[in-house]
């Protein structure tokens, strides 16, 4: 959510803390934060199957230029491509599992997540795909890989493997 709301009335530029609109709009309906609704879905430990969201849970994300934190998902293994280039990679990576059609390849800070949190549940030997293209050649996306913990740019055309994410906000 932004820290401020901004809008126009009457040719007025209006900005409002979201905060002071929050509490505002508790206030009226007699409640407190503490009386929202809570997230009935805890994670499981780092690792481990993350039940109702498809995947294992990797860890926290946190949000880039004021995006908000979010939780990484990584789908299992028997959902994960091999020997595919990045563009297969790419529309291949969509596992609707349990209901989720939110899938795509992680980008170079996810996939480091991955391996510093879940490096186990990959395969050590081989590369794997990001979403990001290379800025200087775009001939060239990103690879990570799970036993050194190496990323480089490398050939689209190559042929490596690729496992899906997906994300759940963190809703303060």
Known sequence: MPDVLEFELHGAKVSIPAA??????????KLTRNALP????????????????????????RGENG????HLIHAIAAHELTNVNWKDACAGSSVP??????????????????????????DA??????SP??????????????LSGDQFGTLKSNEYRARAVRRVLIIE
């Open 20 to 29: 002071h609109l929050i509490d505002s709009w508790l206030s009226k309906a």
């Open 38 to 61: 809570q997230p009935q879905c805890q994670p499981p430990r780092i690792g481990a199957v993350w039940p109702d969201q498809g995947g294992i849970y990797a860890g926290i994300m």
């Open 67 to 70: 995006a908000p934190d979010y």
């Open 97 to 122: 599992d349990e209901g989720h059609a939110d899938w795509s390849l992680p980008d170079r800070r996810e996939a480091r997540l991955l391996f510093i949190n879940t490096p186990d549940g990959f």
């Open 125 to 130: 030997d081989d590369w794997y795909w990001t």
């Open 133 to 146: 293209q290379d800025a200087a050649d775009d001939s060239y996306a990103w690879v990570q890989h799970f």
